[in-house]
């Protein structure tokens, strides 16, 4: 018998060593793959606890996320600029603008319960249950990282989101400046003029930033 973070930190073990296949490395909570389109990345959700009865839950799941290279190229023209050190490929993070695209059958957080009649230890049918499940998941998580830093892949899911923010209007121009000068790349510009640094922050540098890059093309 286990607690049930000691259950959590074994099933986290089985869970790198079945990224290894998909090329993934690290160890918990967060294992990487890096690409030619960027960095993919699955990891584990943060663990959230509840009590019933006295009966402690302990809930978590997967997560996944992918970083194009052009983004992880913008940050550091801006990290450039603030005199600040380059981020390392490996260590690179978002745009985190895309939903996972999963179903819900592999989204839906697991659960680990306490043993009513061993205190504190995880009750080996949900430890049995969730490690029976995790090769499926496992793949689906790998797969769609992966699957996002395909060529343009990430791009055409961002220009295909309905109603786009401010936000996903700026990544929608940094991934399009690797294409030069376009009329799509024009569009989102002026999309994000039209927001104003309140709405977009990073507006004015992802304006300076095109402006610079396509000046090269």
Known sequence: MVSPDS???????????????YGFDGAEPSWARIVPGGVARVGRTR?????????????FGLTLSATPLAWWEFRNWC?????QPP????????PGLIPDGLAADVTELWCLRTDPEQQGHAQSGDIEAIRAQLPRRVHAYARRALQLLEPDRYLDELLALPDPHPHIWAAIAI????????????NAIAHLRLSGTTASPHAEDVIAYVAARTALV
């Open 47 to 59: 663990a959230t606890r509840t009590w019933t009865d006295g009966q402690q839950l302990l809930r």
């Open 87 to 94: 981020i390392p490929l490996d260590e690179a993070t978002g």
């Open 79 to 83: 990290a450039e600029r603030l005199l």
């Open 175 to 186: 991934l399009l400046t690797a294409h030069g000068p376009t009329p799509q790349l024009d």
């Open 7 to 21: 259950a959590v930190r074994r099933l986290m073990r089985d869970t790198g060593k079945l990224l290894q296949p």
